[in-house]
């Protein structure tokens, strides 16, 4: 049986907006309460919303868009010809 596609609709991308605002928010509390706590230092806080954030939200980014479905592989992809003889202006 041949596996069924269909594309993420409107309620997925507003679902994938809201997880990557939600894991900002999240990422971005859980340095603050580190701070506050006295646990990292200003500097080390600084390190991690520069150098490690955006990896996070990479990441985060990645599985939400396999989990919603808007992962594609070789199969969905289709050639591109361009018309020969024929110049766009």
């Given at each position: ?24 928010l999240l ?54 010809h361009r ?7």
């Open positions: 049986m041949e596996r069924v596609k269909t594309t993420p609709g409107p309620d997925a991308a507003h679902a994938f907006r809201l997880g990557l605002i939600a894991a900002a990422g971005v509390v859980a340095m603050a309460s580190l701070y506050a706590a006295g646990e990292a230092s200003l500097l080390l806080v600084g390190f991690l919303l520069v150098a490690c954030f955006p990896v996070y939200l990479v990441f985060v980014a990645s599985a939400l868009s396999v989990w919603l479905g808007y992962d594609k592989d070789a199969t969905d992809l289709r050639p591109v018309e020969r003889g024929r110049r766009r202006g």
